[in-house]
């Protein structure tokens, strides 16, 4: 029980920070500590316990979780050891832990019961995390995959009996359910106290807000929804504490109180209106960020792979609702596709701080998005982007701000895992063209203008020269950084720097015909190709095999390769990603 309040409060504070010690205590360590033979605890139980070493588990896989039967991990006895080899997905400390408790099937064919667990430390040849996940919460704890490439693990580290891991995964998920309540109540807490200090701090028609009898009764309710939360998640901790059943508390505890930390947090939006919106609000009355756990360990299920739509371009979309003010950047998802717009008309879209600081978000929401597979960046009016803002630069308004901003949207754009589309009209200059050529392809109509202004007004461009330089050469890009020359569509076109050149009025067909061939990509395949691709320009890439074996094997281990195999063997053709097959 003491375990579950220190849980809770460090939740109300800090989710992140809550559930980097969930994971390690409540799985990884308490693995160790149930079923960990008397050398494994002396090893490992130490370090962990006094924090110098941090824990991950790893049993979630792309495609399977508890599912056990799908897991696809395998663990192969070779004389006094075992060879592992597959990947887990979403595991919650992967890049930062130095122990890992992981999940195996060794016997395929005794299904749960031919899943072992074995204890592996960084660092051992062929075990590697990958990149972390760009979350939509939950930013400072890492969440990424783990990857085993032929790890040989000696037969000590086998953990528990061989074939009980399953068995004793579930034992240790019922105590790790208890304490993914617990920090459910926290963060439901959170949101709670800070929706009661903006009431009393917000005033409208002469009143606080703490004063409207509508948000009273609100509040009432989230308060009854928190405390019956708490008082389920302590009576699963009791239960556990006399050593009694509590896997059906403990499953009760936790669906409840993460669905009434989604209502808590999203109630506390409701009562503090737009503003909170903005990554820079921050209430005076509490510095949580309320997110749910309900995905801690996996991802979301799409509704949208259930979409009967077959065509991006129709359909219903979703868009940001417009407040008082036009956005600088608008942002809606239509079947499969995100369409980042940028929204200053009146300008040329021409760029300044809250732009990119609306584009970066915007962007990271795409690559987030599981409902999207391809992103379309593209301008409203009579240009893509004429580059910096010369008013909000000459007043000073272009800082560290700006910059930041920008390279984070940039950077965000060419590393997610999806098809990028970069569609160019009118004036795509300055900015406009670095924003261009993080994009993967360029779609530019036959009156576009490109190029770079920058030297002509005694600046530099940023970090897009790199990516200048490897889409058209070197040589061309000092031509274009240094001369500041304008470079017509078909100039362009020939050059590299654009892939397709159309009328303007035949620029949505066209981008139909692109997005419907990225339908039929494997998304996991792409973020990989993209990936290397970008890497063997700073590399050799006879040093980069292992790094296409992981690639291949993830590829291998995907929803995608399987779903590619069976249209294949059903009908000799190629499978379409999105929506997903049935």
Not at 98 to 112: F, I, S
Not at 181 to 206: H, S
Not at 531 to 551: Q, T
Request: charged share 20%; proline share 4%; with cysteine.
């Amino acid at each position: 029980m003491s375990y579950a309040l220190a849980v809770e409060e460090l939740n109300r504070v800090d989710a992140s920070v809550g559930i980097t010690m969930w994971a390690h205590n409540s799985l990884c360590t308490n693995h160790i500590t149930l079923f960990g033979s008397k050398e494994q605890k002396a090893a490992y139980l130490p370090r962990l316990a006094r924090g110098e070493s941090l824990g991950a588990w790893g049993l979630t896989e792309p495609g399977s979780g508890s599912d056990a039967a799908a897991m696809k991990t395998r663990a192969v006895a070779e004389g006094e050891r075992f060879v592992l080899n597959g990947s887990k997905a979403f595991i919650t400390n992967a890049g930062v832990a130095e122990v890992a408790v992981v999940m195996a099937v060794t016997d395929p064919a005794r299904g749960n019961k031919g899943i072992s667990a074995f204890v592996l430390d960084k660092g051992m040849p062929g075990f590697s995390a990958g990149r972390p996940y760009r979350k939509l919460g939950l930013h400072a704890s890492n969440t990424a995959e783990l990857i085993f490439d032929n790890v040989a693990v000696p037969a000590g580290r086998l953990l528990g009996e061989l074939g009980m891991g399953f068995v004793n995964t579930m034992q240790v998920l019922e105590g790790g359910r208890v304490a993914m309540a617990a920090m459910a109540v926290g963060i439901a807490q959170a949101a709670l106290d800070t929706a009661l200090a903006y009431m009393k701090e917000r005033r409208a028609f002469g009143r606080t807000l703490a004063e409207f009898n509508g948000l009273q009764g609100m509040i009432a309710d989230m308060g009854t929804e928190v405390e019956a939360a708490r008082l389920l998640t302590l009576r699963a901790a009791a239960l556990k504490d006399a050593g009694k059943p509590a896997k059906t508390a403990a499953s009760m505890a936790k669906v409840f109180a993460s669905e009434v930390a989604m209502k808590a947090a999203t109630k506390s939006l409701q009562i503090h209106g737009g503003p909170v919106t903005s990554r820079s609000f921050r209430s005076s009355g509490s510095s949580a960020t309320p997110s749910s756990p309900r995905s801690a360990r996996a991802p979301p299920k799409s509704s949208a792979w259930s979409s009967p739509a077959t065509s991006w371009a129709s359909g219903r979309a979703r868009r940001e609702p417009a407040g008082p003010m036009e956005p600088s950047v608008l942002y809606e998802v239509r079947n499969g596709v995100g369409t980042i717009t940028l929204n200053r008309p009146e300008v040329l879209n021409a760029l300044h701080t809250d732009l990119a600081a609306q584009l970066a978000d915007h962007a990271e929401a795409a690559a987030a998005d599981p409902d999207v597979w391809v992103v379309v960046v593209r301008g409203r009016g009579r240009a893509f982007c004429s580059g910096m803002d010369r008013k909000a630069l000459s007043a000073g308004k272009i800082g560290e701000a700006f910059y930041r901003h920008w390279i984070r949207g940039l950077n965000c754009l060419e590393d997610m895992d999806k098809l990028v589309l970069g569609v160019l009209h009118g004036y795509s200059i300055g900015g406009g063209l670095q924003l261009a050529v993080a994009c993967d392809l360029r779609l530019a109509t036959d009156d576009a203008v490109l190029g770079l202004g920058a030297t002509r007004h005694g600046l530099i461009p940023d970090g897009s020269i790199m990516r200048l330089a490897r889409i058209i050469g070197l040589g061309r890009a000092k031509e274009l950084t240094l001369l500041n020359d304008h470079i017509a569509p078909e100039a362009a076109l020939a050059m590299g720097l654009v892939n397709w050149v159309v009328p303007a009025a035949d620029v949505e067909a066209k981008l139909a015909e692109v997005v419907d061939k990225a339908f039929h990509a494997s998304r996991t395949a792409t973020g990989h190709a993209k990936r290397l691709l970008h890497a063997s320009f700073h590399a050799d890439p006879r040093d980069m095999i292992e790094e296409i074996m992981r690639a291949q094997q993830d590829c291998m281990t995907s929803w995608e390769i399987e779903a590619a195999n069976r249209s294949w063997d059903a009908a000799k053709k190629d499978v379409r990603f999105y929506p997903r097959p049935g």
